[in-house]
């Protein structure tokens, strides 16, 4: 395996491990950092994914539809739906942005299910793996 090529394997544990983040975020009233950390939990998951089927190192991007389409991954409708609104998400969590504004979009009710639906992704995609 090339010595850049990180193992699928590695890549979800990375996932796992900043889906935990997201949780102490979570607890911690972060919503912010916690639908961010969300975001790169599957971000890295899409990437361990990418790494096993296409055997080649993944693109440095965000961009977690584009991973879908280039594996043509069939994710359940529901499942693809909230990948594809947390992916509008990235960039207002991920850079400056209106603070009031933003804590009053990521409010607890609406990070939790951000969370838990994170969740259930990386979950899915795991078992797919």
């Known amino acids: 395996m090339n010595k850049k090529l990180k193992s699928p394997e590695e890549w979800f544990n990375q996932a796992n491990y900043d889906l935990e983040t997201a949780k102490a975020m979570f607890k911690a009233k972060r919503y912010i950092y916690t639908v961010f950390m969300c975001h790169l939990s599957l971000e890295k998951a899409f990437k361990g ?3 096993k089927a296409l055997h080649q190192v993944p693109p440095k991007i965000h ?23 947390l ?26 299910t951000i969370l838990k639906s994170s969740e259930e992704a990386l979950k899915w995609l795991r078992a797919k793996l």
Not at 63 to 85: C, Q, T
Not at 93 to 112: E, N, S
Request: hydrophobic share 35%; charged share 35%.
């Open 87 to 112: 992916n509008r998400v990235s960039i207002p969590t991920r850079y400056p942005d209106d603070l009031k504004r933003m804590l009053k979009d990521y409010d607890q009710g609406i990070t939790k």
């Open 49 to 51: 994914f990418y790494t």
């Open 63 to 85: 961009n977690l539809i584009y991973f879908i389409e280039k594996m043509r991954l069939k994710l359940p409708e529901k499942m693809y739906d909230f990948i594809f609104s």
